[in-house]
């Protein structure tokens, strides 16, 4: 129970930092999705009619 509460301290502690490097690697994670753009396996499953 210790390092809950060790880990939910720091968090509290430090919550606009997190939030805030979080926020940052969402934001990374959704741009290298939209550049990536749809992979060969999707177009196969839609192509098929399983994905809409």
Do not use: C, N
């Not at 606009?16 to 196969?44: C, H, K, N, W």
Request: glycine fraction near 6%; charged fraction near 20%; proline fraction near 2%.
């Amino acid at each position: 129970m210790s390092q809950i509460y060790g880990a939910l301290s720091y968090y509290w502690d430090h919550k606009s930092e997190l939030d805030a490097a979080i926020a940052t690697d969402l934001q990374a994670a959704e741009t290298m999705r939209a550049e990536a753009g749809e992979s060969p396996f999707v177009a196969r499953l839609k192509a098929q009619g399983i994905l809409q």
